[in-house]
């Protein structure tokens, strides 16, 4: 998706500001977490999350 124009569902805006995000991954045996890209809305704070992949625990790069 880079290169593409992102637009917030929300405000219709533009612009965002962005962030890494790990999110916890429950189940029987906890293995590994989501590793996420977080875009956030600079007009409506609306954030709109994209998978990058899953990282060990609460390992961020
Ligand atoms: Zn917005």
Known sequence: MEGRA????????????????????YGVFRVSDYKVKAMICTECKHIMLFEEGSTFFLGVD
């Open 6 to 25: 992102l637009k917030c569902p929300v405000c219709e805006g533009t612009e965002f500001k962005q962030d890494k995000v790990v999110l916890a991954k």
